[in-house]
């Protein structure tokens, strides 16, 4: 194991840690996040985007190194139909299972036997939209090159 590997390691048990902490892996705090009764969660993600965002446009501007050797250059993706279908998954998954990746391993962390449900349906959720991906493509290559056929 490289030395990358194990402060990633570190940095991901610290953020489980914090996690956990806030109590974020249990499910009556997310469920009443989600009712609006709690701001708590709210405030807790604000506050790292807060942190986060001008941390990383000033990294990025100033020619940042990674790690790993490259320069530190951030995705902004156009904004797309996919992603609002994404999110509303994403949010129909967190309101019935009062969790998120992140709070998947804190609670398989904490040695609740919910995060193996969790981890399970997350795996399946994964699946499915690989399988899905992978037939729709199959399906568009397969109505392109009939066209070129019948293009003949």
């Given at each position: 194991?490289?030395?990358?590997?194990?402060?990633?390691?570190?940095?991901?048990?610290?953020?489980?840690?914090?996690?956990?902490?806030?109590?974020?892996?249990?499910?009556?705090?997310?469920?009443?996040?989600?009712?609006?009764?709690?701001?708590?969660?709210?405030?807790?993600?604000?506050?790292?985007?807060?942190?986060?965002?001008?941390?990383?446009w000033i990294l990025e501007r100033r020619g940042f190194q990674?790690?790993?050797?490259?320069?530190?250059?951030?995705?902004?993706?156009?904004?797309?139909?996919?992603?609002?279908q994404g999110g509303v998954v994403f949010g129909t998954g967190?309101?019935?299972?009062?969790?998120?990746?992140?709070?998947?391993?804190?609670?398989?962390?904490?040695?609740?036997?919910?995060?193996?449900?969790?981890?399970?349906?997350?795996?399946?959720?994964?699946?499915?939209?690989?399988?899905?991906?992978?037939?729709?493509?199959?399906?568009?290559?397969?109505?392109?090159?009939?066209?070129?056929?019948?293009?003949?």
């Amino acid at each position: 194991m490289n030395r990358l590997n194990v402060v990633a390691a570190l940095f991901g048990v610290a953020f489980g840690f914090l996690f956990a902490a806030a109590g974020l892996n249990q499910y009556d705090v997310i469920h009443s996040m989600l009712l609006l009764e709690n701001f708590e969660p709210f405030l807790i993600m604000g506050s790292a985007m807060g942190t986060a965002l001008p941390l990383l446009w000033i990294l990025e501007r100033r020619g940042f190194q990674t790690p790993i050797g490259g320069p530190l250059a951030l995705t902004r993706w156009q904004f797309e139909r996919k992603h609002i279908q994404g999110g509303v998954v994403f949010g129909t998954g967190w309101a019935i299972t009062g969790a998120c990746p992140g709070t998947i391993s804190t609670t398989l962390g904490a040695g609740s036997l919910m995060g193996l449900v969790l981890m399970a349906g997350a795996l399946a959720g994964i699946y499915a939209h690989d399988a899905f991906v992978q037939r729709t493509t199959h399906l568009n290559y397969q109505e392109l090159s009939e066209s070129f056929t019948a293009a003949d």
